[in-house]
C-alpha cells in the first residue's frame, strides 16, 4: 500500500508516497481502507519539525490524524463495526505514531465512528480532528442559553465547527476573522456577529472567548468569563483579573466522534471543503494549505 512518510523534518519537499507492507487488524482493531483525509496545521508543524512527535516515534514516519473509509477488516473482539462499514477516525499521530495517510489504516476500533451516511467522503474527512477540538474546547467553557461568546478565528476549522456548535444550542457568538472576505461565512455559519476588526470587540463584552487562532484578545472576557485557547503558547496573562483561562489539547474519542457525525447527518453541522486533491499531490497540498486564506478544508482522496 501507499502511505504519506517523512524520513526527516522539512519543507513539503520531505513528504513521499512510499509502498509499505499492509497493516492488518490486530486485537480491538479495524482495517479501514481510506477513502478521504484533511490536512490539519498539526499536520504541517509536524512535517516542518515545529511540533515535536513522541520521540519513540522514529523516522520513517507515517503522517495524518484524520480517516474516512470503509471497513476492510476485523480483528478479534471488534464489536461496533463490521467489514463495510463507512467509518471516520481520529488518530492522534503525533503522540502514537499512528498516521492516517495510507491507503490502509489498522487502529482501534474506539477510535472510530459510524461516517454521516448524508455526506461523501472527502466532506466527513473534515470532521475528526477539527470537531473533536472544537466540542472538547467548548465544554469548559460550560456556556449556557443567551451567553456571549467569542471565537477567534471563527471562519477556520475548528472555529467554524465552534460557531455551529455554540449557536445551536442558544449562544450568542460573535466570530473574528482574519480578513474581510471571511465576515459572511461566519455569519451564515450561526454567529450573530462577525468582524476582522479586533479592535472593534467590546471590553469585557462576552462570558466567553474561544481562541482557535492564536490572537489573544485578553480584553474582551468579562470579569468571570472564561478562556480556552487551543494555541500553545497563546493563553494571555489577566493582570489579577479573575478569569477562568485554560489551554485545551484535543483527544481521541470515537463515542465524542459519533455524536458529531450524528449532527452531520442530521443537517445541523455543516462541514466545508476548500479543495480536494489527491493523495500523490501531497506536497502541492501542503503548499496550498500554507498559503492560508480557506474557508474549508484542503481535502485529499485516495
Ligand atoms: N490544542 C489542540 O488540541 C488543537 C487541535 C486542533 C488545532 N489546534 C491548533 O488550532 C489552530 C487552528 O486550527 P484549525 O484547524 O482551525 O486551523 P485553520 O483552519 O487554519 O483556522 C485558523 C483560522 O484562524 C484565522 N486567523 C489567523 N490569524 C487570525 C487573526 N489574527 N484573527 C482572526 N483569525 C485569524 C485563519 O485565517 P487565515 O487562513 O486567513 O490566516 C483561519 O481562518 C492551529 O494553530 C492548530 O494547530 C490545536
Same mark, same amino acid.
Given at each position: 500500500m501507499r502511505a504519506v512518510q517523512i524520513e526527516r523534518h522539512g +519543507? #513539503?519537499? !520531505?513528504l513521499h508516497l512510499r509502498k509499505i507492507p499492509d497493516p492488518a487488524a490486530g486485537p480491538g482493531e479495524i482495517l479501514v481502507r481510506a477513502e478521504a483525509t484533511s490536512i490539519n496545521p498539526v499536520d504541517v508543524k509536524t512535517r516542518a519539525g515545529v511540533d515535536r512527535p513522541?520521540?519513540?516515534? +522514529?523516522?520513517p514516519m507515517t503522517l495524518g490524524w484524520d480517516l474516512a473509509g470503509t471497513v476492510e477488516a476485523v480483528g478479534d473482539g471488534v464489536t461496533r463495526f463490521r467489514p463495510g462499514d463507512r467509518v471516520v477516525a481520529m488518530s492522534a499521530q503525533i503522540a502514537t505514531g499512528l498516521g492516517t495517510w495510507a491507503d490502509l489504516v489498522a487502529l482501534p476500533e474506539s477510535l472510530a465512528a459510524h461516517a454521516?451516511?448524508? !455526506?461523501p467522503p472527502v466532506e466527513a474527512a473534515c470532521l475528526p480532528l477539527a470537531g473533536l477540538t472544537a466540542v472538547q474546547a467548548l465544554e469548559p467553557l460550560r456556556l449556557k442559553e443567551g451567553q456571549r461568546l467569542l471565537v477567534i478565528g471563527a471562519a477556520g476549522a475548528v472555529g467554524g465547527l465552534a460557531v455551529q456548535l455554540a449557536a445551536a444550542s442558544g449562544v450568542a457568538v460573535t466570530g473574528l476573522v &482574519? @480578513? #474581510?472576505?471571511h465576515v459572511q461565512a461566519v455569519l451564515e455559519l450561526g454567529a450573530e456577529e462577525a468582524t476582522h476588526e479586533p479592535e472593534r470587540l467590546p471590553a469585557g463584552g462576552f462570558d466567553a472567548v474561544l481562541d482557535t487562532a492564536g490572537f489573544a484578545q485578553p480584553d474582551a472576557v468579562a470579569d468571570g468569563g472564561r478562556y480556552v485557547s487551543i !494555541? =500553545?503558547? &497563546?493563553? =494571555? +496573562?489577566?493582570? +489579577? @483579573?479573575?478569569v477562568d483561562a485554560r489551554m485545551n489539547f484535543v483527544e481521541q474519542s470515537g463515542e465524542q466522534l459519533g455524536e458529531l457525525a450524528r449532527l452531520v447527518e442530521a443537517g445541523d453541522l455543516r462541514l466545508r471543503v476548500a479543495a480536494t486533491l489527491r493523495i500523490d499531490q501531497i506536497r502541492a497540498a501542503h503548499e496550498l494549505f500554507e498559503r492560508g486564506g480557506h474557508l474549508g478544508k484542503i481535502c485529499l482522496t485516495f
Open positions: +519543507g #513539503p519537499e !520531505v513522541n520521540p519513540a516515534i +522514529g523516522f454521516p451516511e448524508t !455526506v &482574519s @480578513r #474581510p472576505g !494555541v =500553545p503558547g &497563546s493563553l =494571555p +496573562g489577566f493582570d +489579577g @483579573r479573575p
